[in-house]
Each structure stands twice: as C-alpha cells, then as structure tokens.
C-alpha cells in the first residue's frame, strides 16, 4: 500500500526566510509525487510534480521540490517566503505505471509566513 | 479553459436524507476523481471514473456512490446522511490517469444535521 507522511501539522517562518515543508513517502514501486496548496475555503491547487528525470522540480510561485529516492523524501521549498504563501499544503503520492491506484494524500501541514 | 466546476458549493441537509453533488471536469478531461476532506481525517478518496467506467473505490460504505456520464460529467450520491458526512466534497479532473495532474474544483461543503 501507498502512503505519505507529512511529519509537521504546522510550519512557522518569518517573511523572507526561505521555507521547507517534509514529506517522505512509501510506495511499492516508482512514484508520481506532487504538491498542493489549499487556501481557505478554496479547492487544492497544484503546485509542482516529479515524474522523473530530474530531482529537482520547479512549479509554481517560485516553489520548488527535490525527490531524494534514497530518503523517498519529497520535500517542498521556497528560497524566500512571503506571507501570502500562508496555507495549508499537501503532498500527494500514486505509483507509477499503475492506473488503478488513488492518488494518496498527507494528512496537510499549515504553514504559517509571518510578516 | 475553464476549471473544474462543481454544484452547489453549500449544502444543509438533515439526517437520513440523501444528497446528490456533481462535478463538470475541464473540457477534455476524462478523468474524474472525488475526495473528502474533513479536519480529523484529511483527504480520503472516494472513487475515480475514467470514461464511464469506475476505475477505482476508496474505502467507503456503499451508501457513497457515484457515476460519470459520456460528456465526462460525474456525479456522486450519498444516502442516508450521517451527521459525519459532514465535510468538504472535492472532485478533480485529469486527461487520462497515472501521473496526470489532477486539477480540483472549488468543493461542495455539506452539513448535515
């Protein structure tokens, strides 16, 4: 079975400071990675995948995240946060080649940018 | 294109009653997925259609269901609504499956009471 952890509920960095976010995974077989971001009341928006090829992944609002397969860590980062990166986040694993599994979810870490 | 649109984004309904959401994918997509998210349990999956046909179920009892119709239109249906219905209803659509991106919608908030 599939499954990702996302070991801190909340995140706090001040504005400017750049910012990670943790995730590991564990899958039987190679993965699909991605990340979301989900403001208030809002659905998930999509920030960035890893498929394959290069482990580290630019997306969207200048994040970026590097797959580290040895760790199967996916860990999401900012070189500078700003406040309104403030949200909840989520990173999302399904195996590859393999189309009928779910997308599988971490349980979100809020991160929190203050000014 | 347009989003991912889903109807109605507010919903009250009481115990025992049934409901029925639905979720217009964007244009092309034949994927559609349906998750709820609640505070004490995140984002669960419910099930995914590709092409009419229901491609994979999470864990839920068979009082959640859900169909897709050939413009790629789904739907999902919940009878006999237990208070802990209550959640978040969020469907997403992609192309095809695998390592497509999944693209969400807004959600469909339902209380039950």
């Known amino acids: 079975a599939q499954s990702v952890a996302q070991p801190e509920d909340q995140v706090n960095v001040a504005e400017g400071n750049p910012l990670t976010v943790k995730c590991t995974y564990s899958?039987?077989?190679?993965?699909?990675l991605f990340w979301y971001v989900q403001y208030p009341n809002r659905g998930l928006q999509f920030l960035l995948k890893y498929i394959t090829g290069d482990n580290l992944v630019k997306g969207s609002y200048g994040f970026e995240a590097e797959f580290n397969k040895s760790q199967t860590s996916f860990h999401l980062k900012k070189p500078s946060a700003l406040v309104s990166d403030s949200a909840l986040y989520f990173c999302?694993?399904?195996?590859?080649?393999?189309?009928?599994?779910?997308?599988?979810f971490g349980k979100g870490t809020r991160l929190s940018v203050i000014a | 294109k347009a989003g991912v649109t889903q109807t109605p984004r507010y919903l009250i309904k009481t115990r025992g009653q049934q409901v029925t959401l639905s979720c217009s994918p964007i244009s092309g997509h034949r994927s559609v997925s349906w998750y709820q998210q609640t505070p004490g349990q995140g984002l669960q999956f419910l099930f995914e259609y590709f092409s009419e046909t229901q491609r994979n179920k999470g864990n839920f009892p068979g009082r959640f269901s859900g169909r897709q119709f050939s413009n790629s239109r789904s739907e999902m249906n919940v009878s006999t609504l237990e208070l802990g219905d209550s959640a978040l209803y969020l469907c997403?659509?992609?192309?095809?499956?695998?390592?497509?991106?999944?693209?969400f919608g807004p959600g469909t908030r339902l209380l039950v009471l």
């Open positions: 999302a694993v399904r195996v590859r080649n393999s189309g009928n599994t779910p997308l599988v």
């Open positions: 899958v039987s077989g190679n993965p699909y």
């Open positions: 997403a659509s992609s192309s095809t499956s695998g390592g497509e991106t999944q693209y």
